[in-house]
C-alpha cells in the first residue's frame, strides 16, 4: 500500500461530522441535499473503521471548526463564503460534531483546522509523526476539498497515500469521479473492501 514498507497505515477520516454528513447540516457540497448514496457511502466508513479498530489500525480524525465569531477566518474563495452565510462550521455547534459511530474512540487522535488540508493549522503532522505513519489511508467528506487537499499535501511531505474511494462523497458524482481522477495520479484509489483486504 502506498511507497513505503511500513505494515501498519494511518487512517485519516475528514469532517465526518454533522454539517457536511447529515441531512440536516448547512453544508450540502460535500453529500446533496438528496443525495441517493449518502448512507451507503456513511456505512462504508463505518466498516472501514471497524475493521481497522480491529486489526490495531490507528485511525485520525479530522475536524473542520472555526471561531463562533469567525474571528480570523480570511474568506477569501467561495467555499468560504457560503460558510459564513450559512452560519456554518462554528466551534460549539451541533454541525461541527461527529455523527453518530463516526467520531473517535478508545483514545483515537483528534485534530482540529480550519480551512480544506486537514494539516494546515493543525497538528496533523505531529499526530502522525507520534504513530510512526508512513502511509495514509485518506476519506472523508467532501472528495473534492477536504480529501483532495489533505491528499495533495500527504503527498507533497513524502506519505504513501491510498483513497478509501466509496468511504467518500461530495456534492455531484460527477464532482466525486472528477476528484479521484485528479488524485489516482498521486495516490491509489480503492473501495474499501480492497482496503479492509489488506489489514493483517
Same mark, same amino acid.
Given at each position: 500500500m502506498g511507497t513505503s514498507t511500513t505494515s501498519r497505515p494511518v487512517i485519516v477520516a475528514n469532517h465526518y461530522q454533522n454539517e457536511n454528513g447529515h441531512p440536516d447540516g448547512k453544508i450540502k457540497v460535500g453529500i446533496a441535499a438528496d443525495s441517493e448514496t449518502r448512507w451507503q457511502r456513511l456505512e462504508n466508513a463505518r466498516r472501514l473503521f471497524g475493521a481497522a479498530r480491529a486489526s490495531g489500525i490507528p485511525i485520525v480524525h479530522v475536524r473542520?471548526?472555526?471561531?463562533?465569531?469567525?474571528?480570523?477566518?480570511?474568506?477569501?474563495?467561495?467555499?468560504? *463564503?457560503?460558510?459564513?452565510?450559512?452560519?456554518?462550521? *462554528?466551534?460549539?455547534?451541533?454541525?461541527?460534531?461527529f455523527m453518530e459511530d463516526l467520531g473517535p474512540v478508545d483514545g483515537e487522535a483528534v485534530v482540529t483546522h480550519t480551512r480544506n488540508s486537514g494539516f494546515h493549522n493543525s497538528t496533523l503532522e505531529e499526530v502522525l509523526f507520534s504513530l510512526?505513519? *508512513?502511509?495514509?489511508?485518506?476519506?472523508?467528506?467532501?472528495?473534492?476539498?477536504?480529501?483532495?487537499?489533505?491528499? *495533495?499535501?500527504?503527498?507533497?511531505i513524502g506519505y504513501g497515500v491510498t483513497i478509501a474511494a466509496d468511504a467518500c462523497s461530495t456534492g455531484t458524482k460527477a464532482r466525486h469521479a472528477n476528484a479521484l481522477t485528479a488524485m489516482s495520479v498521486r495516490a491509489e484509489v480503492r473501495t474499501v473492501d480492497q482496503v479492509i483486504a489488506t489489514f493483517v
Open positions: 473542520l471548526a472555526v471561531p463562533p465569531d469567525y474571528r480570523g477566518v480570511v474568506v477569501n474563495t467561495q467555499l468560504i *463564503r457560503e460558510w459564513v452565510a450559512l452560519g456554518a462550521w *462554528r466551534e460549539g455547534t451541533w454541525g461541527v460534531a510512526q505513519a *508512513r502511509d495514509l489511508i485518506c476519506c472523508g467528506v467532501s472528495t473534492a476539498y477536504a480529501v483532495e487537499a489533505t491528499v *495533495r499535501h500527504a503527498t507533497d
